[in-house]
């Protein structure tokens, strides 16, 4: 998937001959001139797709065939100024979304066609990292107000703020837990990576990262899959890649343009 300044979204999926390359395959048109499109999230088993607009437009999409995309509903409502980001929970049942509004919208989307408004995340500034515990309990914000908030939502009641996890400098654009849930990693504004032992919610403990700070923003960080590294990307044209055993830097990688996302692949 590839978002754009165009209100389009452009779809890709494995070629049959060369699996290690990509092929174009169909596209979504919000069919609105210069519409900015900064957020997507993809369910599990990749048949569903949330897309966020700076118009405050969230759709979902049924993308189960990439070469034919259906719009699958209207426009959730919710927040009033664009989206920052989205995320869906790991059983691909819940969808978050962040930017300006009163907080943290969420959706059932377990019937994406019928989706259902679940309590808010309140917040009385812009909202923009969002991210799913992988035990789908919990989720993590971050805030224009130089923190991260960690929210309950296990139990079926009420969400419930359960611990503040303060960043150094600026907004808190991403935000990221390890695969085991035991990390939780934040880039912002400050131009500072972040790491906290999430163990504990309502403590989280700060952990020691060589080399954390960039020369500009921090808007992208990523764990692999095995958990083993964490990137982070930078508005400083550059990558970074930690070993998590020791959160020392084993790679710096050069970039013609500002990160703004990076991802490990599997």
């Known amino acids: 998937m590839s978002n754009s300044d165009d ?15 990509l092929r174009r395959a169909g596209a979504i048109d ?3 001139p210069d519409l900015e499109i900064y957020a997507l999230a993809l369910t599990p088993d990749d048949r569903t797709l949330a897309v966020g607009d700076a118009h405050a437009g969230i759709t979902l999409w049924d993308v189960a065939d990439p070469d034919d995309p259906e719009r699958l509903q209207v426009e959730l409502a ?8 989205l995320a869906i929970d790991p059983t691909g049942t819940e969808l978050a979304a962040t930017g300006e509004g009163d907080g943290v919208f969420r959706w059932d989307i377990g019937d994406p066609a019928d989706p259902r408004q679940l309590p808010l ?5 812009v909202t923009w990292g ?6 789908g309990g919990r989720l993590a914000v971050g805030l224009e107000t130089c923190e991260v908030q960690l929210w309950d939502l296990a139990g079926g009641a009420a969400p419930r703020r359960s611990g503040v996890a303060p960043a150094d400098d600026g907004s808190v654009f991403d935000v990221v837990f390890s695969p085991d849930g ?13 790491v906290w032992d999430v163990s504990s919610s309502a403590a989280p403990r700060p952990v020691e990262v060589a080399d954390g700070l960039f020369d500009s923003w921090v808007n992208t960080v990523a764990f ?7 990137a982070a990307g930078s508005s400083d044209l550059s990558l970074r890649i930690w070993d998590t055993d020791g959160w020392s830097v084993v790679q710096t990688l050069p970039h013609p343009a500002a990160l703004t996302q990076a991802a490990f692949t599997n």
Do not use: E, K, M, N
Not at 7 to 21: A, H, K, N, W
Not at 121 to 125: K, M, S, T
Not at 182 to 194: C, E, I, N, V, Y
């Open 130 to 135: 969002v991210a799913y515990h992988p035990d």
């Open 224 to 230: 692999s899959a095995d958990g083993a590294y964490l």
């Open 121 to 125: 995340l309140p917040a009385l500034d």
């Open 30 to 32: 919000l069919d609105v």
């Open 7 to 21: 209100g389009t979204v452009q779809l890709f999926t494995r070629s049959g001959d060369r699996p290690d390359q």
């Open 182 to 194: 035991r990390f939780l990693a934040a880039g912002s504004r400050g131009g500072t990576l972040q």
């Open 78 to 85: 919710g927040p009033t100024g664009p989206i920052q980001a």
